[in-house]
């Protein structure tokens, strides 16, 4: 037991104080405080409540500027006023966070129907940020008058706020379907929601044959709710059966594209005016990614993209090449660009006891229904209460009129007027307060008949509201009838409920034109030096005496080829490069280290360098001699890594790559030891990777060359000078293949190179 100080008037008294330490596990600890955390960010931050469709936030938003009478029919009030009372009241959070809803529900390309009406700078599609709170005003919509409406009447459970000093509802009576009509985004703990707006009408629709079909497939449902309708339009490309099965599970997804057409501006020319963008796509983001991809050359059939939007969206895009066709171009810009953007689906909600779950469309769709029923039971209750109490008085009032000289006197003599009244004519407390309370104008005889003409309505219409209670299908006829009345509102006839989203098949991948074909091909000259440094000169027949390197440099591979082309590059680790063409830097100054364009070691060296050729063989060989036949279109890398082909290890490297020409049917090969081997190429197995065979066999050094030729033609090779020999007579080097061969014919060159 602890003992504290504790003053009492001018003396020191010491207080006991019980101390309580519990023990718990480190684990145990932390798995609770974090299951805690995770809960309250589900509930009260990150997932929609299925029946409202709405987040904590939204909810105490819409009900705080409600208490604001911020109707459609009044005035604006500025947005920090809104703020401030709903963090003052209902959400004790940062008022960034509040104002970013409220910006949100307010933009008209973030939500397909606002609940809010702005006024002043709520942003635009181009992504810049609205104006600050003070600045701006907002107050409801129609269809957030349609969320709230009836909210007085006991239909939603009420709790108490964060301190205790309000009330606010747990959810609201939602007379418009906003789960599904507006969507929702969000992140929780271990789990995340999306769902993408859709045609209210449409939604009117399903939820109707759902209240005749409670029993409905998704696919009769999908019929009547065929996709997504975005309030930035643009145009649905998903298959159909890929829609069914994502409203089916809760989880898929939706190609959405931009719509566009063709501007024709006469003499055979003609642009592409893009005139809806895809949802959350900033437009100012997109036409930067465009511009990149036309200066990385990535597109070179564009030459330029504009931005001409006033109102509405308007981007040209500027062919560089009238020939084309544009829906291939389209197309390429579809793959490479956010014109065409996938939005998911993930249908995690909130159910009605606040428990997470991944509905399919039929089960939210019946959950609205569901709450509806519920709201519509709980309203028809209240009335009926109020009804009650109503007659109640007006039975007192009516006995009143017809012994109207008593009541007087009794009122006028009795020194406890209501205890007489009470027993003289059978009242209750209530008719006896309620006549005594009577003022004296409605004593005049006109009353009594107005008083027994209400209570005759209200008889009828409490006989209406029993019968409602008690029979189901009067219960669906009267939400049928809401349904009807919000479609006639907010459906097609309205401008704002007419369809945005359009559908569309998506070609075939045959119809996609490749990303080669967007190349404009042009000629070129590839200067590659011995140090690795690359560059390209535009055109053939370049002279490149005259061309400048690094000091120590010089030039080693001089290529003409066409920016179509890809460059095979083979290096002394046995990996094979692929590198496009276009990608090489220009003519100026010493080009580029290539390097930096392939992931090439620095302890490692170049073997060869070649324009690509599908069709080609090639033989490689390394130091030691070992060796087989790969076809060229197998060693397409595609990554900056490259791909191994000829396996080597130790201080074994790769040393040749040598295209096999047509007609050759025999290998030649020369050692260090300047000992060569003529033997059949068909003794050389083909392979897509391995250490291959032994070629030639040493006791000192390695291999050195390896060449292909046509036995009967006979060998050729260069001297220093790049002077042609040829040796027809092979027959003393003949053998077979892993044999140690003869010393070389005289006039061989030095370098024991067949080529120079």
Known sequence: MARKPRKSGNKKTE????????????????????????????????????????????????????????????????????????????????????????????????????????????????????????????????????????????????????????????????????????????????????????????????????????????????????????PTGGTLVEPHDQIVEAYKTGRGGFRVRAKWEVEDLGRGT??????????????????????????????????????ESAEDIRLVLEPRN???????????????????????????????????????????????????QEVLIR??????????KRLELLDGYLIAYLNLDEVIRIIREEDEPKKELMKAFKLNDVQAEAILNMRLRSLRKLEE?????????????????????????????????????????????????????????????????PLEAMIEKEPVTIICSDK????????????????????????????????????ILFGTNGRFYTIGIDKLPGGRGHGEPIRLIIDLGNDQDIVSLTPHDPERKLLVASTAGHGFIVQEKDVIAQTKNGKQVLNVKGDVEARVCHAIGDGADYAAIVGENRKMLVFPLEELPAMTRGKGVMLQRYKDGGLSDVTTLNFKAGLEWQDAAGRAYKYEDLRDWLGKRAQAGRMVPRGFPRSNRFRR
């Open 270 to 307: 003609w642009q592409i005016v893009v005139t809806e963008i895809p949802y959350q796509v900033q437009k100012s983001r997109l036409i930067e990614k465009i511009a990149e991809l036309i200066n990385a050359k990535r597109l070179p059939i564009l030459a330029d993209v504009r931005d």
């Open 322 to 372: 009238r020939n084309v066709e544009p829906a291939m171009l389209m197309e390429q810009l579809f793959r490479l660009s956010d014109l065409e953007n996938r939005i998911s689906l993930n249908l995690n909600v909130l159910d009605k006891n606040h428990v997470p779950v991944v509905m399919s469309l039929r089960d939210a769709l019946l959950a609205f229904l569901e709450h509806r």
């Open 449 to 513: 008949f107005e008083i027994r003409t209400e209570h005759k309505e209200l008889k009828a219409e409490q006989k209406a509201l029993n019968a409602l209670l008690k029979s189901d299908d009067k219960q669906r006829s009267h939400i049928a009838d809401e349904l009807k009345g919000l479609k006639e509102k907010f459906g097609a006839k309205s401008g704002l409920g007419t369809r945005r989203t359009n559908f569309a098949e998506a070609p075939a991948a045959a119809e996609i034109m």
């Open 532 to 567: 690795g440094w690359i560059r390209t000169l535009k055109g053939h027949g370049q002279k490149t005496d005259d061309l400048k390197y690094k000091e120590g440099d010089r030039a080693r591979f001089v290529i003409e080829a066409e920016t179509t082309d890809k460059l």
């Open 15 to 230: 207080q006991p104080i019980n101390e309580v330490i519990e023990q718990t596990g480190f684990q145990e600890a932390l798995s609770e405080r974090y299951l805690a955390y995770a809960l309250s960010t589900i509930m009260h931050r990150a997932l929609p409540d299925v029946r409202d469709g709405l987040k904590p936030v939204h909810r105490r938003l819409l009900f705080a500027m409600q208490q604001l009478k911020l109707d459609p029919n009044s005035g604006f009030k500025k947005s920090a006023r809104v703020v401030g009372d709903v963090i003052g009241k209902y959400h004790p959070h940062g008022d960034q966070a509040v104002y970013d809803a409220l910006v949100r529900l307010a933009q008209d390309f973030s939500v397909r129907f606002p609940l809010i009406d702005g006024q002043g700078n709520f942003g635009n599609i181009d992504g810049d940020g609205a104006a600050a709170m003070r600045y701006t005003e907002a107050r409801l919509t129609a269809i957030a008058e349609a969320l709230l409406n009836d909210i007085d009447q006991d239909t939603v459970d009420f709790r108490e706020t964060y301190d205790g000093e309000e009330q606010e509802p747990e959810v609201l009576p939602a007379a418009f379907p906003n789960l599904l009509a507006n969507g929702a985004s969000g992140i929780a703990v271990g789990m995340a929601t999306n769902i993408p707006p859709h045609n209210v009408g449409e939604l009117a629709d399903g939820l109707l044959h759902l209240l005749k079909h409670p029993n409905a497939s998704i696919d009769k449902l999908v019929d009547l709710i065929p996709g997504p309708d975005f």
């Open 379 to 388: 309203k028809t209750k209240f009335r009926l209460d109020k009804i009650a």
